[in-house]
């Protein structure tokens, strides 16, 4: 395992242990949800919003987490489709920032639009 390999694993590892208190985690290498039933792809809707709330404001960190996540999977996935795990590992935080910035936007104070 390369040295940005073994630092990669670590960070998603020191993720987990902040958003996993029910279970909603990898299961590595399948990326499946240990916690959903089996075979349902991970990140399930429960982990993204535990992993968007650990996140909160911080889209840059989000994002960067989900990219440090692709990494690792595409790693450990070989075989998959590199565009299908980017979809499902990566699509829904652009999704979910979208979908929040344009909401915070519309109700921001004094917005006339």
Known sequence: ???????????????????????HLPDRPSWTCQA???GAYWP???AQNQ?????????????????TLY????AERPADDPGELYERIVGWVRRFITSNTS??????PGDER
């Open 1 to 23: 395992m390369s040295t940005p390999q073994i630092r990669a694993t670590r960070d998603v590892a020191e993720m987990h242990q902040r958003i996993g208190a029910d279970g």
């Open 103 to 108: 909401s915070h936007l519309a109700s921001s």
């Open 71 to 74: 990494y690792v999977a595409v």
């Open 44 to 46: 399930c809707a429960p």
């Open 36 to 38: 959903c039933e089996p």
């Open 51 to 67: 992993i968007a709330e650990a996140y909160g404001s911080d889209r840059v960190g989000l994002a960067g987490y989900a990219g």
